[in-house]
């Protein structure tokens, strides 16, 4: 069975401390990865996919396939990357993406 | 841009009533999706159309059903709302891609309340 799993709900740092959320799959697949964030009031958006290996503001983000992990990093948070972050998996088969249980970031100042 | 949008950002509604929310996307994507999105337990699938008449089951399909009369529509509809189905809607379309990646874009959501 396809899951994802954030085990954290909460992430609470400082500005300017790095961040790492955590996200681990099950797939007995090739996976498809990606981060999806919510900002407050603001539509759940894409923020990167670990096909195209891009750093989106500033988060960067390595598929593991030895660990089965796809963590989220960032080496220095800001105020405005407060926001729920979502894992998600791509069950190529149906199209649809299998979801995490998402982690809220905080950065305090 | 993708643009998808959803009638309603809130709604109040009474245990037993039929409730119809609805989505349109303008990019003439061949994909839809309805979720729920509750706190700690994520986005969960609630059915999903890959075209025009056709649907498919997702994770939590019971108590709901839907409709793509069109391509750029997709409704979910509450046959009898009860007060578990109080929660955040959100709808969301993407490029039927084949076996490449595909981005899929959200709607602003729609929060339900069944009283």
């Known amino acids: 069975a396809q899951r994802v799993t954030q085990p954290e709900k909460l992430l609470s740092v400082f500005k300017g401390a790095p961040v790492e959320l955590k996200c681990n799959y099950s797939y007995s697949g090739s996976p498809e990865l990606f981060w999806y964030v919510q900002y407050s009031r603001q539509r759940l958006q894409l923020l990167l996919r670990?096909?195209s290996r891009e750093s989106i503001k500033g988060f960067t983000a390595d598929l593991n396939k030895g660990e089965t992990s796809f963590h989220l990093k960032k080496p220095f948070a800001q105020e405005e990357d407060s926001a729920m972050y979502y894992c998600a998996l791509l069950n190529t088969g149906f199209q649809k993406l299998v979801f995490g249980t998402g982690t809220r970031l905080l950065v305090s100042p | 841009d993708v643009k998808v949008t959803q009638s309603s950002r809130y709604l109040v509604k009474r245990t037993g009533e039929k409730v119809f929310l609805e989505c349109v996307q303008d990019m003439d994507h061949e994909n839809m999706f309805w979720y729920r999105q509750d706190p700690g337990l994520g986005l969960r699938l609630i059915y999903f159309?890959?075209?025009?008449?056709?649907?498919e089951k997702g994770d939590i399909p019971e108590g709901y059903s839907v409709s793509r009369e069109k391509k750029e529509r997709f409704s979910l509809i509450l046959e009898s709302a009860s007060t578990n189905q109080t929660s955040m809607y959100l709808c969301a379309s993407s490029v039927l891609a084949g076996d490449t990646t595909d981005t899929q874009y959200f709607g602003p959501g729609t929060r339900l309340t069944v009283l």
């Open positions: 670990h096909i």
């Open positions: 159309s890959y075209d025009v008449k056709m649907k």
